[in-house]
């Protein structure tokens, strides 16, 4: 399995698709990433299982990662690659092996930039966060990621979209008393109880703030309910499983906090959460990137590996080829036109 | 195993506790039973699988049934029985082989009483309806259950337990539409709109009627509560399982039509229903035994097989020894007195 750089980038996607990469199987993706690219003297390349990072050693006054996932979610049945007019199917068509063409045909044609250059393929994004390949590196090489902007490559449909919301799971309970159902008033429903916190969701007031120039859009929402004993029997227990979803300009903490405070008289457990990341636009490698790339930047609402490098003082935006509503569905498509003007856009930026 | 009728009724609980019976094993009791009554010339004995049917046919004008269950639910390292002080414990004690005593006792003594009797042991009532021996006669042999009054020997701490209240559950849900959590506003959330389903049950006020001069208590309670779909996703169902407690004076088609009403505008299925029981205390037969058992009568709120003597045609109460709240527990136990009580104003009653 050789990877040519001298494909074009859409040639290079299909190629890239064509190496079945499901989370946990990427290490013939990351030897053949590996092969390609050692062979480049402006490179210095550094391997991490299979997390594979590539830099440009040009002592240039300013640093930006380039970051791609190289593993998918499960086949289905959209293996090999095929074309349909202009659109390449396949699994990872869109998430995100067309963002990784790009980024590979960078970092073979890109000796020389105005700006240096750290390019990352990485493993495990589509699992659960402990497996992902960038939080292994953030923990055991961090200076391998030290930059002062990143672009995540994952499918934008070539607008920018900077930042990402945080999120945050919560499970938020009320406690009854057993009895009997023929003799209910004996004890105390937990699920009738559980009306108070399906009123303070249905009554929530979702913020929509400006951040740094971008609009965000937040949300709390139930995603999970259970309670019942039996059928013959007053519940004592209900649980209402709820997701925060919160802007930028909220940390982790705070985020809790004002959780716990909407449902103050309720018990509340946060079960997990993870802090979104501000767009940082007006940071001067950002504001070159956004002329460069044109369009109206826009708020990242779901939560990206944006997020961690937020999380080491590096702003991030998302920005890749493919509609990001397609990604993880068997028909996931991407536009070859799409390819060709991300990579000719993202090579304008670092050469000016 | 043998069971001698010239024992007490105490002494006989012991004997027949000691035959272990849960449900779907109670042949050997029913063994055990038929052959103690087979041999008295003034019963004739009917045996359909593990249902026993004694009659007494003297031509009274007036016909009883007493009723017992001789299974029990399953051994919990309470077997065999013991005595401590004046309590016997052990399986079935008090649910029902106390009552089961009882109508073996009169079975053997009353030759020519004042109404003519019909003793009736029935298996799996411990179980699901369908498996119901008693439910089974009524279906294939009703005339051997035909009567102007019934008693079901069930535990009552020796008080009159009048009628029973019918029992229905349904699924009242909601619909919603999928969505990301990250854009919940493209969804319709189903559990926070399931909030109008719990509004209803805490507004809900419970009738408290009398009927045939004794007080029912209704309820309408949540059971159980369902939603979600994953912890990233707007859920688009929720279903909140819901059981009504209905007082005798509905039918189960009332007791339906009001459960839908009260949940209008929401999805509602009936999953099952039981119709309940008038006390029926006003017929003469029931009065006479209200009068010989003395006390004061009280509604029976959850549900019992005294409802299927009702859809006979038949008034039906509960009497028999034991507290009825220690049935099902691995502690449960009789008080010898209340056996002995129960059999003595039996015995005066059928005599008188």
Chains 1, 2 share one sequence.
């Not at 040519?4 to 859409?10: G, Q, V």
């Not at 699992?127 to 902007?149: C, K, M, T, W």
């Not at 940082?280 to 460069?292: D, Y």
Request: net charge negative; hydrophobic share 45%.
């Amino acid at each position: 399995m050789e990877l040519d750089l001298s494909l074009s980038a859409a040639e290079l996607t299909a190629r890239l698709v064509d190496i079945e990469s499901v989370s946990g199987n990427e290490r013939a993706l990351a030897d053949a990433i590996a092969a390609a690219i050692s062979g480049l003297p402006h490179l210095t390349v550094h391997r991490d299982g299979n997390v594979i990072v590539a830099r440009t050693t040009l002592g240039r006054a300013e640093r930006v990662v380039l970051a791609g996932h190289i593993d998918t979610v499960p086949v289905a049945g959209n293996l090999p690659s095929h074309l349909d007019g202009d659109l390449l199917y396949g699994c990872g068509s869109c998430d995100m092996k067309s963002g990784v063409a790009v980024q590979l045909r960078l970092a073979g044609q890109v000796t020389a930039a105005a700006r240096d250059v750290t390019y990352v393929f990485y493993d495990c994004e589509e699992v659960e966060a402990e497996r992902n390949g960038l939080l292994r590196l953030s923990r055991s090489r961090p200076e391998l990621l030290a930059a002062d902007f990143a672009v995540l490559m994952e499918p934008t449909a070539a607008t920018i979209e900077g930042g990402c919301q945080g999120t945050l799971r919560a499970e938020v309970s009320t406690r009854g008393e057993r009895a009997h159902s023929a003799r209910s008033w004996l004890g105390s429903n937990a699920i009738h109880s559980a009306g108070g916190i399906l009123d303070v969701l249905r009554a929530y007031q979702a913020r929509q703030p400006v951040v740094d120039g971008l609009s965000y859009h937040e949300g709390l929402n139930a995603v999970g309910i259970s309670g019942g004993v039996a059928g013959n029997v007053i519940p004592d227990e209900c649980v209402v499983s709820v997701n925060f979803r919160f802007a930028p300009d909220r940390s982790s903490q705070q985020a809790a906090d004002h959780v716990r405070e909407t449902f103050a008289g309720f018990d509340v457990r946060i079960t997990d959460s993870a802090s979104g990341a501000r767009p940082g636009l007006s940071r001067p490698a950002a504001a070159s990137f956004v002329a460069a790339m044109g369009g109206e930047p826009r708020a990242k609402l779901g939560w990206t590996d944006v997020a961690r490098f937020d999380a080491l003082g590096i702003p991030a935006v998302n920005y890749g080829p493919g509609d990001p509503t397609l990604a993880h569905r068997r028909d996931e498509h991407v536009p070859l036109a799409q390819i060709a003007e991300c990579e000719a856009r993202m090579l304008a930026w670092l050469a000016a």
